[in-house]
């Protein structure tokens, strides 16, 4: 006999998820509070599941769908997104439910059945936009292309009021909390916002834009339910969510600057700290020291959210940067974020072209470099830290003129 239990969540939908309390790595993105993949029930005269779980635990999905209803009661399958998270239970869901059809986006089709090749014929594209009636369930589809992939959808419960967003609106926290206000606020705070950092930041002109289309549809949104994380209820948690989004997605200039960084024999540690000095002799800007040996390239991802500057620092090794360094840029790069002031420094011995390598790369992520980059040979003297010291004041200084 089973423990696992679905959750209510409205009269007539059941979250029917599974917790990941060990996840600690999404595609490179560490999450420190591993994670929840969020299936929904939709009950009525045809029971509709709404997304799946990652494989391994589809089991446990299924217990919790046992305690609502038999399996075979479920009539069909909507896939918002194929990403494998969500889609990786699908086939095995198709052969003990056997539904008589799955929905998913155009794009969608083709993503499932280039995930799975051996589906059955039961896929169903369905346009954005488009509204559908099963049994007396009243469902409509908002596309959502590349939010965060190109099939990416939500399924808007029309009934009930319910927003199946997929990963809009989530984060990883494995909780046994469902709903968003039995969750400490600093926690979902810095998790949505890490989440919003580290997937959906290269794509806010398209976050903005969806917000326009939501708000032409005039829907009566009165409870949004991610794929990851808790469930946003209450009006003002989601207003609050929805918030957030918008903030982030602007990409605005912060009384914040990161110094990350990593170091050899403490030459570049010793720079960093100089450059949080001058910082923190303007007042009102926080210098934010970053160390990569202590620090994830997602943390690093998170705080460029809320900053105005990214400083960073590596010795040379190999003619090359340090490896973390590398790492940090490659990640940093794909994610896209605007609207940052910066400068590279560090120590080297015989040949400096980590500080070369370093402004290149940050002029490839358009980062508006002030002054020059600053270089110690082996250890800074004095004069090199005067000099890390006045480029974090003047860096500072010039965030203040631009919030
Ligand atoms: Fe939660 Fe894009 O997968």
Redo the contacts with the bound molecule.
Sequence with gaps: MSNLQAIKITDRVYWVGAIDWALRD?HGYHTSKG?T?NAYLILGEEPILVDTVKGPFVSEMIERIKSVIPLEKIQYIISN?A????SSGLPEMIQLASPKKIFTSQAGVQALRDHFHQLPDILCKVANGETLTLGNTNLKFIATKML??PE?MFTYFADEGVLFS??AF?MHLATQEIFAEHNDPATLYREAGTYFAN?LLPYSPLVLQLFKNIEALNLSIQLVAP??GPIWRKTEDIQKIFSWWKKWAEQKIYPKVVIAYDTMWQSTAKMAIAIADGVIQEPGITPLVMPLSSNERSSVAFELLEAGALLLGSPTLNQQTLPSIADLICYLKGLKRKNLFGQCFGSYGWGAESITILKEEMQKMFITLIDDPIKARYVPTSDVLSTCSILGKKIAKLIKTKI
């Design positions: 999404f994670s993949y997104h990403e494998m998270d969500h965060h992939w990416s997929q990963d989530g997937i794929v990851h």
